[in-house]
């Protein structure tokens, strides 16, 4: 598996030009882009997920919709769309929806 490249960030969620490789620690006072992404019916039932048995950390554990880290060049809305369909096998698009 190839290690991913993230973006690293301000306090401020202002982008730096530094990225990191997703294995390595993350340096002092910078941060990266996280999205988490909760879905809901129209009964406001939560969708949430089983983690992989296998997994090194919460393996078998029940975790929110989806979610993980946005990748290089990523925006929050990119990464949570992507994340959906990796995790969840459905196509979304946040386009006009404001995320919080």
């Not at 910078?30 to 983690?51: G, S």
């Not at 919460?58 to 979610?67: P, R, T």
């Not at 993980?68 to 386009?95: C, F, H, P, W």
């Amino acid at each position: 598996m190839n290690d991913e490249i993230l973006d690293l960030y301000t306090q401020d969620r202002v982008k730096t030009n530094q990225k990191m490789m997703r294995s390595e620690k993350i340096p002092s006072h910078l941060y990266h882009l996280a999205v988490h992404i909760c879905l809901f019916n129209d009964r406001d039932e939560m969708l949430i997920q089983q983690r992989f048995k296998k997994r090194k950390t919460w393996s078998g554990l029940w975790d929110m919709s989806a979610g993980d880290s946005a990748l290089m060049n990523e925006t929050s809305y990119m990464a949570a769309e992507r994340e959906v369909y990796e995790e969840l096998g459905i196509q979304l698009s946040l386009k006009d929806i404001r995320l919080f």
